[in-house]
């Protein structure tokens, strides 16, 4: 099995950054991409940004150019570095990892950006 631990939320004016960290444990060698995901309250859970093994990755429009998605193999480790935040990337993020047989999450992080 595959655990994953999400760190380096909080509260941060609108204009400002943070970096989400995700640290994966277990059976490591099954996981391919990996990715971070949001959900605001009464929202559905939406992509933000994706890294494959080799380093592909993917965004959303809404993050792309301020959000940077990074990954270090060797530490079993995925980053998220946000800035120019805004109040409407307000959401708890969690990180996933894409395994043979699905997706496992981690427990989240809340981000909140105040205006």
């Known amino acids: 099995q595959v655990q994953l631990v999400e760190s380096g939320g909080g509260l941060v004016q609108a204009g400002g950054s943070l970096r989400l960290s995700c640290a994966a444990s277990?059976?490591?060698?099954?996981?391919?991409?990996m990715g971070w995901y949001r959900q605001a309250p009464g929202k559905q859970r939406e992509l933000v940004a994706t890294i494959t093994r080799g380093g592909t990755t993917n965004y959303a429009g809404s993050v792309k150019g301020r959000f940077t998605i990074s990954r270090i193999n060797a530490k079993n480790t995925v980053y998220l570095q946000m800035n120019s935040l805004k109040p409407e990337d307000t959401a708890v993020y969690y990180c996933?990892?894409?395994?043979?047989?699905?997706?496992?999450w981690g427990q989240g992080t809340q981000v909140t950006v105040s205006s």
């Open positions: 277990g059976s490591i060698f099954s996981i391919n991409a």
């Open positions: 996933a990892a894409d395994l043979p047989l699905g997706t496992r």
